[in-house]
């Protein structure tokens, strides 16, 4: 499945000629019908977008049904317009509360924040997020606690500027860990550098590149769910100011 939706960002914020990117991409583990992992979108009430990534203990149904648990309750705070931290802590006292701290999930949102002009990286994940800019690329992986085991946790949160070419990636295991078992570890960090060196590249194009290559690391048997989120802050093409979500979803 990958979705893409491109929304006009005001003037103060980066100019006319911006556009806002978002594309996923994701893959249950091979022979397993459904995927543990769950994404979800929801707009802010005070301008924007918000999209939660999670993903479920071990895979297959059970870990659907708990990524789908942790994922609603985080979109509905973030609807009403709470605050990132606020939903991630909710999320995990309510799957801790539910499952009695015997059942995990990690999490990251990302929030487009047309309010305070930034986009926010939440983390609950031992799965580093990417950030590309101006000033480089770097790898986002403070320490950060699941959610569900542990009575108290704290999400990892980073806001990044929305700028020119800003370019934020979020992933689950199945990405992290490609190859790990050919020996041949995904080192996403140098491959996302490399295509980012067309700069033209697009938000699906680049998920969808990430997505290809972690399985082929798993020689084309995905070891895990594999998941990849991009967020992309690029030149708009077009006078258009529609906005568009497209999904792909095989069936069968």
């Given at each position: ?110 929030s487009i924040d047309l309010v305070s002009e930034t986009i926010v990286i939440s983390r609950n994940s031992h799965c580093p997020a990417l950030v590309a800019d101006a000033n480089g690329l ?115």
């Amino acid at each position: 499945m990958t979705k893409d939706e491109s929304i006009r960002l005001p003037s103060s914020v980066i100019g006319r000629t911006m556009e806002l990117q978002v594309a996923a991409a994701k893959i249950p583990k091979h022979a397993i019908r459904e995927s543990g992992d769950t994404l979800e979108m929801i707009e802010r009430p005070h301008g924007g977008l918000s999209f939660v990534l999670v993903d479920g203990q071990h895979t297959g149904r059970g870990a659907k049904r708990v990524a789908n648990l942790v994922a609603r309750k985080a979109v509905s705070l973030l609807a009403e317009g709470a605050r990132d931290g606020v939903a991630a802590r909710a999320a995990h006292d309510y799957l801790y509360t539910t499952y009695e701290g015997k059942v995990s999930a990690e999490m990251h949102i990302v929030s487009i924040d047309l309010v305070s002009e930034t986009i926010v990286i939440s983390r609950n994940s031992h799965c580093p997020a990417l950030v590309a800019d101006a000033n480089g690329l770097r790898v986002l992986d403070t320490p950060a606690s699941p959610l569900g085991v542990h009575r108290r946790i704290k999400p990892s949160i980073v806001e990044v500027p929305l700028a020119r070419q800003t370019t934020v990636i979020v992933f689950t295991d199945g990405v992290w860990d490609a190859g790990t078992r050919a020996g041949q570890k995904f080192d996403i960090a140098a491959f996302v550098a490399e295509q980012l060196r067309d700069a033209r590249i697009s938000a699906t194009q680049l998920a969808d590149a990430i997505l290809a290559r972690a399985v082929e690391l798993d020689e084309g048997k995905p070891h895990d769910d594999t998941s990849v989120l991009v967020v992309r802050v690029m030149p708009r093409v077009s006078a258009d100011t529609a906005r568009r979500l497209s999904v792909r979803f095989p069936i069968g």
